[in-house]
């Protein structure tokens, strides 16, 4: 079970930090990616991270504005969003994946609940 936190209401150009906790198997041979959804619109990749936290994959809309880390020992990844904007409002899910590259095009073997991020302009 994963387990999404952290999202909320934000004026643009604030910050979130996003985390995702997984319980009932360790993850820590898994690439955890994180994905947004807005209504209507399909599913997308925001970041994803290898098992090793190796290799780190960011869509463009978010480079340089969000960070995506892991802790193997806790079971969990994270999401450091800064100079939020409108336009990153969405549902943010968590998910896990066998490999990065499949987290990277909206796979994932677990997923997690979503947690809502509204940026306010």
């Known amino acids: 079970q994963l387990q999404a936190s952290g999202g909320g209401l934000v004026q643009a150009g604030g910050s979130l930090r996003l985390s995702c906790v997984a319980s009932?198997?360790?993850?820590?041979?898994?690439?955890w990616g994180w994905f947004r959804q807005v209504p209507g619109k399909e599913r997308q990749s925001v970041a994803a991270?290898?098992?090793?936290?190796?290799?780190?994959y960011y869509a463009d809309s978010v480079k340089g504005r969000f960070t995506i880390s892991r802790d193997n020992a806790k079971n969990a990844v994270y999401l450091q969003m800064n100079s939020l904007k409108p336009e990153d409002t969405a549902v943010y899910y968590c998910?896990?994946?066998?490999?990065?590259?499949?987290?990277?095009?909206?796979?994932?073997?677990?997923w997690g609940q979503g947690t809502l991020v509204t940026v306010s302009s």
């Open positions: 991270i290898s098992y090793n936290g190796a290799g780190i």
């Open positions: 998910g896990a994946a066998t490999s990065t590259v499949k987290a990277m095009n909206v796979g994932a073997d677990y």
């Open positions: 009932g198997r360790t993850f820590s041979h898994y690439a």
